[in-house]
């Protein structure tokens, strides 16, 4: 292999395990050892400018609730603005309502919290020194999705997403646990109304709530076994029971007195006695709650989980058809490790490597976003509608134009998780969209007399292979002054769509 095609790859790979390297960054000459340096400390999550710098330019109340504490405290300031809105809201004309619920609801608590959430999301992964956790934070966020869009729950969103941060160092147990019993994901598969049928609060009348399956569904299903491991609809029932009672507690009109804001669980709402999920029966008939920690632990550790998560986290990172050989490894590092998930992660991005000449995949539209940033250096939209800054040239802000080119951060439309296979990406429109973003953003550069036929050729020389079409493409753009296309060209190319 020539120098030129090792360089090539290793900057395939950064590609594939993160989201490419900036200009100033050569092609590292281990890129498995960098990949694996860029896990041990990660960058912390934060509303960064163009040179990875804490923003200063924002409102002091714009900010990341960081605690579980301040984000109920947050959430029952929302409950709060939503019955002051139906009393004040009373008495005054259409258009004063509406003035009203843009002011005192939908900026507060929906618009600002998704625009700078989304906004640390994609700053940080720009600029981060841990370009590869980021990716894997962004996996392990979509494997555990919560969205906006239930029981008034846009506050915890990003709280959620950036309390799985904190778990990457440790076991994937430990993850599983603080996921599903976190309120965001409570609230959205709506485990907080579920009470048993024998449960005290079912029996004296005081809840008229049911059973919901949601996540003892999602548990079994999405997060742990699979169904090709051939759970029932039994042991989904079973799961179910031993979740009720775990709710979410926070200052407003249920507050529980004494209880921490945030999970608490309530013993009158909890089904009593047994339950036997996969032939394992959990009875701890003086402390309930245990009986969830005592199913999570069971279901962490069992083997079709370890296969799960093989299989998913190959598909996302190696082939929609991942090889089985890396399948295997990493299911039994899993195995082995009791699911350690640094040691998951090193065992994945060793697959990833050894199979880079044999596998491809489709960046999905937010890696792409930020990959286009990266590589070229341009500085992300800083500014914002919501926060009243004027739109100006193409200033629209992240989140927008995540949903024009198909991945509407944090609206993702089901449980499940955005699509971890490429095909799911693939489509006419799709790819049109990115197209049509290439162009006004390379022409926004051109206008700021930030884009030069060095850099173009800088990136190519970095991107592709010596024998690629797409260079002659961009040389014709290049020889006829056509900046813009030849850097849509290039950023459009099967090559950069595809690492």
């Not at 004309?93 to 900026?107: C, G, N, P």
């Not at 050989?325 to 990833?352: C, F, W």
């Amino acid at each position: 292999m020539s120098l030129e095609a090792t360089a090539t790859k290793a900057s395939r790979f950064a590609r594939r395990v993160a989201f490419g390297l900036r200009p100033d960054q050569d092609p590292p000459s281990d890129p498995l050892a960098w990949a694996q340096n860029a896990l041990t400390s990660p960058h912390p999550i934060g509303l960064y400018d163009a040179a990875g710098r804490p923003r200063t330019d924002l409102p002091d109340w714009v900010f990341l609730r960081n605690s579980l504490h301040e984000a109920m405290v947050w959430f029952g300031k929302h409950e709060d603005a939503d019955l002051a809105l139906r009393e004040d809201g009373k008495d005054v004309s259409k258009e004063a309502f509406l003035r009203l619920r843009r002011e005192k609801v939908l900026l507060p608590f929906y618009h600002v919290e998704h625009w700078k959430e989304v906004q640390a999301r994609a700053s940080t992964a720009v600029t981060s020194r841990s370009p590869v956790f980021e990716k894997l934070w962004h996996f392990w966020a979509n494997h555990f999705m919560v969205a906006p869009g239930n029981q008034r729950m846009d506050t915890l969103v990003g709280p959620y997403q950036r309390m799985l941060r904190t778990q990457m160092q440790g076991s994937y147990r430990d993850m599983l646990w603080q996921a599903v019993t976190h309120p965001a994901m409570l609230l959205y598969l709506d485990n907080n109304r579920s009470t048993g049928p024998n449960a005290t609060a079912a029996r004296n009348g005081r809840r008229r709530e049911s059973i919901n399956e949601n996540l003892g569904r999602e548990l079994l299903e999405l997060f742990t076994l699979s169904p090709a491991s051939g759970y029932t609809q039994q042991d989904v029932e079973q799961a179910t029971l031993i979740l009720t009672g775990w709710r979410e507690n926070y200052p407003g009109r249920q507050m529980v007195a004494g209880a921490p804001f945030g999970t608490y669980f309530d013993h009158n709402r909890h089904e009593p006695g047994s339950q036997t999920v996969l032939g394992k029966t959990y009875s701890n008939t003086f402390r309930p709650h245990k009986k969830l920690e005592d199913l999570i632990t069971n279901l962490a550790s069992h083997p079709a989980t370890a296969d799960l998560l093989a299989r998913k986290l190959c598909t996302y990172f190696i082939a929609d058809t991942p090889p089985q050989k890396a399948v295997d490894h990493i299911r039994s590092t899993y195995m082995s490790s009791q699911g350690s998930l640094p040691k998951v992660h090193a065992a994945l991005l060793e697959m990833v490597w050894a199979h880079m000449e044999s596998s491809r995949k489709l960046s999905t539209p937010e890696s792409w976003l930020y990959q286009w940033h990266v590589l070229t250096g341009a500085e992300l939209p800083a500014e914002s509608f919501a926060l009243g800054f004027s739109p100006g040239v193409f200033k629209r802000d992240v989140g927008q134009i995540l949903k024009d080119i198909g991945q509407a951060l944090p609206h993702c439309p089901q449980p499940d998780g955005w699509p971890t296979r490429s095909v799911d990406w693939i489509s006419k429109e799709l790819l049109d969209r990115r197209l049509r973003f290439s162009l006004v953003l390379a022409n926004n550069l051109r206008r700021q007399g930030s884009l030069s036929e060095d850099a173009v050729n800088q990136i190519m020389a970095r991107e592709l292979p010596p024998d690629s079409e797409t260079r002659s493409l961009v040389a014709s753009a290049l020889q006829a002054k056509q900046l813009p296309r030849a850097l849509t060209l290039l950023m459009i190319s099967p090559e950069l769509l595809w690492s």
